[in-house]
């Protein structure tokens, strides 16, 4: 069974400095890597999807990151907003698309 | 593109009592999936629909939980009788197909306090 580990559980950074959560997980046979962000009181949105061939993707100031070997991804946000305050949660998943949720960093961004 | 609609957006209920959830997809989306998030936690999966078919339920509690999703488009989710346990969040989520790679659209959830 996939077990995804997330650190720091909350992080509290000024406005305009760079930053990295991390993500762990126990099955080295995930599929996928994926990043989300949950402000509270709504759903999920799908912010990077790593797919198990990849190693990294970026989208604007995020980026994440996938070592396999390692059980490990990352997700870099550079130059922190206000606005980018939420709940990160990573997630691996199967081949059949389900996904193994981590407990999630809850990021603050002090302006 | 209209997203994931869920109602009801809140629920209390006293324990033992029964509650169902109900869930629009995103059209044309095949698959359907339920999670759900205990406070402080991630989402943890309940259901996936291909269809109206079950893709898997490993994870459900079948002695209290059902869902169904009869014409392959909404789907409800009931528990009866509710626990304590089960205040969560539950979430429902949508995507084109089950391939691994294919991104889930999220609805802003339906939050039970059972008391």
């Known amino acids: 069974k996939q077990e995804v580990t997330q650190i720091p559980a909350a992080l509290s950074v000024p406005e305009g400095e760079n930053l990295v959560l991390n993500c762990s997980f126990t099955d080295s046979a995930i599929y996928n890597l994926q990043w989300f962000r949950q402000d509270p009181g709504k759903g999920l949105t799908s912010l990077l999807l790593i797919q198990s061939s990849q190693r990294e993707q970026t989208s604007g100031r995020l980026n994440a990151s996938l070592d396999k070997s390692s059980g490990r991804s990352t997700l870099y946000i550079a130059a922190s907003q206000p606005g980018d305050s939420a709940t990160y949660l990573c997630a691996g998943s199967t081949g059949a698309n389900n996904l193994f949720f981590g407990t999630g960093t809850r990021l603050t961004v002090i302006p | 593109e209209a997203g994931v609609a869920q109602s009801p957006r809140y629920k209390i209920i006293e324990k033992r009592q029964s509650v169902a959830f109900w869930c629009n997809p995103i059209?044309?989306?095949?698959?359907l999936y339920w999670y759900q998030q205990i406070l402080g936690q991630g989402p943890k999966l309940l259901i996936q629909f291909q269809n109206n078919g079950v893709v898997d339920d490993s994870q459900l509690p079948k002695d209290r939980f059902s869902a169904e999703r009869l014409k392959g488009v909404d789907s409800t989710l009931k528990i009866q009788p509710a626990k304590l346990e089960d205040s969560a969040v539950y979430l429902c989520a949508s995507s084109p197909n089950p391939r691994a790679g294919e991104t889930q659209y999220f609805g802003p959830g339906t939050r039970l306090l059972v008391l």
């Open positions: 059209s044309g989306h095949a698959t």
